[in-house]
């Protein structure tokens, strides 16, 4: 059984930042990709950011310059670190990982960005 938890999220005012973390347990060999998404209310989710096996990174074009994702292999923990905040980041984010074929993904939990 594998587990995916997300953590740090919040109210926090325009430019402000926030750090995500999403920590990863259970039992498994190894994990391949892991990916931040996010999806706002009325809207599909979509990929904010994720980090392959090799360390290599991908980003939207919307976050891209405030928003950093890293991951401690030794910890089993992604995170995502936003800076700049704007309203339109305003939504579940959800954390996946892949671990061979199957794709696993956490509770969400919920960033505001409101004055």
């Known amino acids: 059984q594998v587990h995916v938890v997300?953590?740090?999220?919040?109210?926090?005012?325009?430019?402000?930042?926030?750090r995500l973390s999403c920590a990863l347990s259970g039992w498994f060999f190894s994990?391949?990709?892991m990916?931040?998404?996010r999806q706002a209310p009325g809207k599909q989710r979509e990929l904010v950011a994720s980090v392959a096996?090799?360390?290599?990174?991908?980003?939207?074009?919307?976050?891209k310059g405030r928003f950093t994702i890293s991951r401690d292999n030794a910890k089993n923990t992604l995170y995502l670190q936003m800076n700049?905040?704007?309203?339109?980041?305003?939504?579940?984010?959800y954390c996946n990982v892949v671990i061979g074929t199957l794709n696993y993904w956490g509770q969400g939990t919920q960033v505001t960005v409101s004055s």
Request: no cysteine; charged share 15%.
């Open 84 to 93: 700049n905040l704007k309203p339109e980041d305003t939504a579940v984010y």
């Open 35 to 37: 990916g931040w998404y």
């Open 53 to 63: 096996s090799d360390s290599s990174t991908n980003s939207a074009d919307s976050v």
């Open 6 to 18: 997300e953590s740090g999220g919040g109210l926090v005012q325009p430019g402000g930042s926030l």
């Open 31 to 33: 994990y391949n990709t």
